[in-house]
């Protein structure tokens, strides 16, 4: 007997129009740290979409910004 799953398949995410970033203050004025931790791909229905995270930041705080040409 053969078990049929009657789930659609996943499509291949496409490219994320968000990366998400922890971010540390720098000190001293310096530049702050800026860390990659996930990605935002929108939804087909243009509804919301799904936040992947590889990483929590310590503060909660997570940045999202438009990614640039050569990421």
Same mark, same amino acid.
């Given at each position: 007997?053969?078990?049929?799953?009657?789930? /659609?398949? +996943?499509?291949? /995410?496409?490219? /994320?129009?968000?990366?998400?970033?922890?971010? #540390?203050?720098?000190? @001293?004025?310096?530049?702050?740290?800026? =860390? #990659?931790?996930?990605?935002?791909?929108?939804?087909?229905?243009?509804?919301?979409? =799904? $936040?992947?995270?590889?990483? $929590?930041?310590? @503060?909660?705080?997570?940045?999202?910004?438009? /990614? +640039? @040409?050569?990421e």
């Amino acid at each position: 007997m053969t078990l049929k799953r009657n789930t /659609p398949t +996943k499509p291949e /995410p496409k490219s /994320p129009i968000y990366h998400a970033y922890t971010v #540390r203050d720098g000190k @001293d004025g310096q530049k702050g740290f800026w =860390t #990659r931790i996930g990605a935002f791909f929108p939804h087909d229905d243009g509804e919301g979409g =799904t $936040l992947l995270l590889d990483a $929590l930041p310590l @503060d909660g705080r997570i940045v999202l910004r438009a /990614p +640039k @040409d050569e990421e």
